[in-house]
């Protein structure tokens, strides 16, 4: 079992940039598939970005591709989202997830953070 902490969240003017964490204590991340996904009010959990940690090879959703990047460090346990020129339609509590089969379908995780908040002002 893994354990899940974001952080970094905030809020930012629209073009500006913000870099999210997520923490795992419990097994090393690099044992899962973890992703990064986001729900705005009123709205579906939705896939943002994931990555393969035994090939490196990133996944995005169209609307974030090339302006949000995905990363890790095995050293410290710890997911990044590296999000640059921010959108006001970015708004919306993020959330890292963790599972056993990468995919960009939230019910195939099976392990949450507790969700942080990034607001983008227009």
């Known amino acids: 079992q893994v354990q899940l902490v974001e952080s970094g969240g905030g809020l930012v003017q629209a073009g500006g940039s913000l870099r999210l964490s997520c923490a795992a204590s419990g097994r090393t991340f690099s044992s899962y598939a973890m992703g990064w996904f986001r729900q705005a009010p009123g709205k579906e959990r939705e896939f943002v970005a994931a990555i393969n940690w035994s090939s490196g090879r990133t996944y995005y959703a169209d609307s974030v591709k090339g302006r949000f990047t995905i990363s890790g460090d095995n050293a410290k346990n710890t997911m990044y989202l590296q999000m640059n020129s921010l959108k006001p339609e970015d708004t919306a509590v993020y959330y890292c997830?963790?599972?056993?089969?990468?995919?960009?379908?939230?019910?195939?995780?099976?392990?949450w953070g507790q969700g942080t908040q990034v607001t983008v002002s227009s």
């Open positions: 997830a963790a599972g056993y089969v990468r995919s960009t379908r939230a019910s195939d995780y099976d392990y």
